[in-house]
């Protein structure tokens, strides 16, 4: 390929057309380049390249414990992790999600350290390259009748239960689950620390603020769409104004009506 006969235009289309793992052998050859422009770009090049191989060996540490689950003879690791425990209104929300074991989706993370655009992307992808992914939906009602804790572990267990395929390990974020008869190991900060759980964080978040979104529908006074049933004061408002709903939790609103 005779860079030089080429202009930056027609050399950022080629770059675009090639894999980022090309990007080495490409990037010395562009830093030879006489205009000053097209050795910018190689130097721009070799910083995605080295934000690349960061992010895989990112991905290569937080697959550490599912690498110890499958040392230790297990084949089907399903990572679990929940949304929704702190909101005024809507259910708690779990997702299971088992991957493949040479699963490399970049920039899989804690759900709430990535943006709505990112976390989006990444839910669609992890959908197309998940072995199985299971949800857990328990609502207000019975989080007001057992406590958010234990619905907290009942939406887990339902997100196990929904599994096609029954994972022989739970990596499970932060929680103990009795009401699974799975061997499974609690991780404190697992949804940073564990590549499936953080997954399932992603899953779990994605599809209650789809649901919140679309109880904003129903009830625009609210602000669900942007609070997601969390009390800021628009919400707070809301509830001033129009009362509760059935989807609000009555016992986290003892101080509030």
């Given at each position: 390929?005779k ?28 830093r ?40 230790q ?77 234990q ?30 008869p ?39 006074y ?16 809301g ?5 509760i ?8 609103l003892?101080?509030?009506?």
């Amino acid at each position: 390929m005779k860079f030089e006969s080429m202009s930056l235009s027609e050399i950022r289309a080629y770059i675009q057309s090639i894999p980022l793992d090309n990007y080495l052998s490409l990037i010395s050859v562009l830093r030879h380049d006489k205009r000053k422009t097209v050795r910018q770009l190689a130097e721009k090049l070799n910083k995605e390249l080295l934000g690349y191989h960061d992010e895989l060996a990112r991905i290569e540490k937080m697959k550490m414990f599912e690498q110890e689950c499958y040392s230790q003879g297990y084949e089907l690791v399903a990572g679990i992790d929940e949304v929704g425990r702190g909101p005024l209104a809507g259910p708690v929300v779990s997702a299971a999600v088992i991957l493949p074991k040479d699963c490399n989706i970049l920039f899989i993370n804690d759900s709430k350290k990535l943006s709505i655009k990112k976390r989006e992307k990444l839910y669609h992808q992890i959908k197309e390259e998940a072995l199985d992914i299971g949800i857990g939906i328990v609502d207000a009602n019975v989080i007001d009748e057992i406590n958010i804790y234990q619905a907290t572990k009942v939406s887990m267990a339902l997100a196990v239960k929904d599994l096609r395929i029954k994972p022989d390990f739970l990596l499970i974020d932060a929680m103990k689950c009795d009401n699974i008869p799975i061997s499974q190991l609690p991780i404190n900060k697992g949804d940073s620390k564990s590549l499936s759980i953080a997954a399932a964080s992603i899953i779990a978040k994605v599809t209650r603020d789809e649901m919140m979104n679309e109880y904003h529908k129903e009830l625009p006074y609210y602000a669900f769409d942007k609070n997601k049933g969390y009390g800021t004061l628009e919400h707070r408002e809301g509830i001033s104004k129009r009362g509760i709903t059935n989807i609000h939790r009555q016992t986290f609103l003892k101080n509030i009506i």
